[in-house]
């Protein structure tokens, strides 16, 4: 015996409506911000900071950012010219961190900000190293000249023009001038002797690192790390041969192939020095390492964070914890770890096959599709260039369009079937 069932029109009508028209944009994430800039000629000085810094390493981890960059004329002519290659590498990242708002500000955010301003983060302030509240600034509108203007302590900026805008994602502006954090000394390491430390000595000086000491010394990483001392400082994560015993079975760490074992060991350091103190309180969780410089961004993070009274470091597979300092003297802090830090790349279910960097041999991996994005009116384009920017990474672009495909094949399934009903 057939059963019909009755839907009343009021109730199928805005489902379907639903079905077929609610968004289904998913957010972005990941966005390659340097390969974006590349059209720009005037900016390369600018992306360069970003690539030689690290930070643009940072800014895959973020989906809501707006980058203040300053133009080639301008960087240059600063006061501290950061082309120049004297800074201290820890300050100069520093400075280029101080130039991504921690927001997506529209150009239509920014005229709406009230007379008395508004206090914005910068990626400064996650790390650690900016006293009290000195890691923001505060952008100001003027509505009889229509300026915007960003305001530090010790500088301030004008805004130029929007370069790139991703809608509530990232926006690009360009401004006249460098912004400089307060207190921050661009000189003040640039005279500072190299430590000459000697890691591996350290280690076994510490009694229960003699696994890693070897490990180091047969790798050949660690000359690498002492040469890394001078700049922006490294922070080391060295697990206890009591970690290494404790390895499952199933992990054979001392049979990989020399290069990756020297990825698990760059894996160990941060590319930046971060006493005890700086750790503990670290804003940004998500890490980069030195293995991420070499492997590509987004890759080979660690997530640390204040767990139970300790600094605990997550690698996706392994949760370690910070049991001891075994050395800290500016520009470099080792500690010693509870676990041996294992990344989910190599250890996870699906591990990756990582050999050593492309440059510019074999195959090319195959890169997303670019997204044409216009800049709002009034505003420039590269003259010459397409106004589609390059090698941005949108990740979920893919999956969106199949999932708006697959509602509108369903919501027309769902009007075929029911056609009967609508029309009662």
């Known amino acids: 015996m057939a059963i019909s069932i009755s839907i009343p029109n009021y109730t199928l009508l805005p489902f379907l409506y639903l079905l077929l028209f609610s968004s289904y944009h998913l957010p972005i994430f990941s966005i390659n911000v340097t390969d974006l800039l590349t059209s720009y000629p005037d900016l390369s000085d600018f992306a360069n900071l970003l690539t030689t810094t690290a930070v643009a390493a940072d800014l895959t981890h973020r989906t809501s950012v707006t980058l203040l960059a300053v133009p080639n004329t301008f960087l240059r002519s600063s006061s501290a010219d950061l082309t120049a290659g004297h800074h201290p590498s820890s300050n100069l990242a520093d400075v280029v961190r101080y130039h991504v708002l921690l927001e997506y500000l529209s150009l239509?955010?920014?005229?709406?900000?009230?007379?008395?301003?508004?206090?914005?983060?910068?990626?400064?302030q996650t790390t650690g190293r900016a006293s009290s509240n000195s890691g923001t600034v505060n952008i100001t509108f003027n509505p009889s000249s229509n300026s915007v203007t960003i305001y530090s302590p010790t500088s301030n900026a004008t805004l130029l023009a929007l370069i790139k805008t991703l809608p509530y994602n990232l926006s690009i502006f360009s401004i006249n001038s460098l912004l400089v954090?307060?207190?921050?000394?661009?000189?003040a390491s640039e005279t500072r002797p190299l430590l000459g430390l000697n890691i591996t000595k350290a280690l076994i000086d510490g009694h229960q690192f003699n696994v890693a000491a070897s490990m180091l010394q047969a790798s050949g990483v660690?000359?690498?790390?002492?040469?890394?001392?001078?700049?922006?400082?490294?922070?080391?994560?060295?697990?206890t041969d009591d970690a290494f015993a404790d390895l499952p079975s199933s992990v054979k760490l001392q049979s990989l192939p020399a290069e990756k074992k020297a990825v698990v060991l760059r894996f160990h350091v941060l590319h930046c020095y971060y006493p005890l103190g700086s750790l503990e309180s670290i804003v940004n969780p998500v890490q980069p390492t030195l293995a991420t410089e070499q492997i590509g961004a987004a890759s080979f993070t660690l997530n640390i964070s204040r767990v139970n009274g300790s600094v605990g470091i997550d690698t996706g597979i392994v949760q370690a914890s910070v049991t001891q300092t075994v050395f800290d003297q500016k520009p470099v802090a080792i500690f010693g770890v509870s676990k041996v830090l294992l990344p989910r790349e190599f250890f996870g279910k699906n591990p990756i096959e990582v050999n050593k960097p492309n440059n510019g041999g074999g195959t090319p991996a195959a890169q997303p599709p670019d997204i044409a994005l216009s800049p709002e009116p009034g505003m420039y384009s590269p003259a010459g260039r397409d106004s589609s920017p390059t090698g941005m990474e949108i990740r979920s672009m893919a999956v969106a369009e199949?999932?708006?495909?697959?509602?509108?094949?369903?919501?027309l399934w769902c009007i075929w079937l029911n056609y009967p009903y609508l029309w009662k």
């Open 108 to 124: 239509s955010d920014l005229r709406r900000i009230p007379p008395n301003g508004k206090l914005v983060t910068t990626l400064f």
């Open 402 to 411: 199949k999932l708006g495909l697959q509602r509108l094949l369903l919501g």
């Open 181 to 187: 954090p307060y207190n921050l000394d661009l000189m």
């Open 222 to 239: 660690v000359s690498e790390f002492e040469g890394d001392e001078g700049g922006a400082g490294i922070t080391i994560f060295v697990p």
